[in-house]
């Protein structure tokens, strides 16, 4: 399974945990054919895209990868007890902080907009970001691998399976 997925699957179970009373859900993969059918609320979760920097190691390709993830929120109602509103603020506190899995760094809030109002059912968009380090898929080398270094002090006399450097 795809890092990437991995991370969704852990933001969603770590807000189906908290927001109990909503529909979590990733992102629908036909949107066009979702409908906001439960009662009180439900958040979708997406993947936006991501921005990666400079390698940061020299013998491995190592690459910070910010990671941006978006919620959809519907709410019924925009004021009241368990609305639009109301999940808004649940969504934010729930997430803020949150570190999912293969992340090195919780997620952060980046910003917030209204999207729609049809029939009562409010729409908004939450986007955040949080980060990762990608790394080269590298096939292990037949190298021989370090075991041990003898050491002496000064005062020992030079092992004698070791040879002297000519």
Not at 68 to 80: A, M
Not at 104 to 129: M, N, T
Request: charged share 25%.
């Amino acid at each position: 399974m795809s890092k990437t997925v991995q991370i969704l699957n852990d933001v969603q179970a770590h807000l189906r945990n908290i927001l109990v009373n909503y529909e979590v859900r990733l992102f629908p993969d036909a949107p066009a054919n979702y409908r906001f059918i439960h009662p009180l609320g439900a958040v979708l979760i997406g993947y936006q895209g991501s921005q990666f920097e400079k390698s940061l190691a020299t013998d491995l390709t190592a690459q910070e990868r910010d990671i941006n993830l978006y919620f959809t929120v519907f709410g019924r109602g925009l004021n009241g007890d368990g609305a639009a509103l109301d999940l808004l603020d649940r969504l934010r506190s729930s997430i803020i902080g949150f570190k999912p899995i293969h992340c090195c760094l919780p997620i952060h809030l980046i910003s917030e907009r209204f999207l729609d109002e049809e029939a009562g059912a409010w729409q908004y968009e939450i986007r955040v970001k949080t980060q990762t380090i990608e790394t080269e898929d590298r096939k292990d080398s037949n190298n021989s691998k370090f075991v041990h270094a003898p050491s002496r002090r000064t005062d020992q006399p030079l092992n004698p399976n070791l040879k002297p450097k000519e």
